[in-house]
């Protein structure tokens, strides 16, 4: 997508420095922290929201979420928690509409989140 800011970044062309990278995804700090850690993942392909995702896709934010666990324990905070969240559309807070996946800790969460 020409004007989506992740596949920029994603692409290079908006450099980011990656805390994590595969074949299937980036992620990469939050320019907004809402924690302490807040860390986006984002697939490499182009996915507008979770309501344009294909059969295919979600096999891929498995793999996706397999990732965030592993990033949580290599960091260290897995045993205190941690939250993952996608916004979805407007009044879900989506802001970007290249699906990504929200993953923040160090500190204690609230409930309700909005």
């Not at 994603?10 to 939050?30: H, K, Q, R, T, W």
């Not at 294909?54 to 096999?59: A, I, P, Q």
């Not at 949580?72 to 879900?92: C, H, L, P, Q, T």
């Amino acid at each position: 997508m020409e004007n989506c800011i992740f596949c920029k970044i994603v692409s290079g062309e908006i450099p980011s420095d990656f805390v994590y990278e595969d074949d299937l995804m980036v992620a990469f700090n939050d320019l907004n922290p809402q924690a302490p850690t807040h860390v986006l993942f984002v697939p490499k392909k182009h996915i507008d929201s979770l309501d344009t995702a294909s059969d295919e896709d979600f096999e891929a934010f498995g793999k996706i979420f397999k990732a965030i666990g592993e990033y949580a324990k290599k960091e260290g905070f897995s045993e205190d928690g941690y939250r993952i969240v996608n916004n979805v559309n407007k009044m879900g807070g989506q802001d970007v509409y290249h699906i990504h996946f929200h993953l923040i800790a160090g500190r204690q969460m609230q409930w309700p989140p909005g």
